[in-house]
């Protein structure tokens, strides 16, 4: 899991296999590092799996070790991961879903984040992702987005009034942010509404996401910090559900919901 004091298994198998047919060639790692332009301890760093091995690298390995494309083709798996490990299961039910309801008390939904709001999460990302990464992940988040475009689709989104008021960079990029929850809100298959400020309600428990499946199937997912949860039980989705419900009987109308939130744009 992301968060783990371990390198990815992606990184430590490659530099396995990279010292593998290094030792297999006959070449020291000072040989490798000196035909690559690499630092010895970076190279060592590759194969021990604490960094993960470049292109360049492998390109040089495969040509010096005879791997003929063996080495070079483990590039492809060490991409980075679109999406933080233990959400990837609810990536794949969410874009199966027919019905999508979420609670976020404190962010900006990363359905409805414009590109300028994904990018500074991402660059405010612990432990600090590399360029590639936060690439990989905006270009993942966006394409995410095009589930929206199916009008069979329902979604009801609950902000709390907190996100909404924070601004997570300059105010003209979180004005265009507000903006775009009013735009978003405009669709027929899209519900948004503000959960106002004060008062004890379930929500103040955390985020949570409620999708049914087009079987009928009810499956909730609670995220908190470098950790996620699907479950399908009918006890732990009951409890979300009714907490979902109570807080809808808190938050504002649709409407009240976009007048607050396009005159929030307007006064900031």
Known sequence: MEGS?????????????????????????EELAKEANYEFESIKSMEQGRRKPTLRVLEVADQMFGARGLLIAANEYLKPEKFASYSQDFMRYEGESIVHSSYE????????????????????????????????????????????????????????????????????VHIRQLQRLVEVAGRRNVIVQVLRLGGAHPGLNGPFVLLETAEHEHIAY??????????????????????????????????????????LAEEL
């Open 5 to 29: 004091s371990q390198p990815p298994m992606s990184w430590r198998y490659c530099g396995n296999q990279l010292k593998m047919w290094r030792t297999q060639a006959g070449v020291t790692r």
């Open 105 to 172: 008390p404190l962010l900006i939904p990363g359905l409805l984040q414009t590109e300028e709001t994904v990018r500074a999460l991402l660059h405010a990302h612990l432990p600090v992702l590399d360029d590639e990464t936060i690439e990989e992940r905006l270009t993942a988040r966006l394409e995410r987005q095009v589930v929206l475009d199916k009008q069979t689709k329902a979604f009801n989104f609950v902000i709390g009034e907190a996100a909404l008021r924070y601004p997570v960079d300059e105010m003209d």
């Open 222 to 263: 609670v995220e908190a910090q470098e950790t996620g949860v699907l479950s399908a039980d009918p006890a732990k989705v009951s409890i979300i559900t009714q907490r979902h419900a109570m807080i809808l009987r808190r938050a504002l109308s649709p409407e009240e919901s976009a007048n607050f939130i396009r005159k």
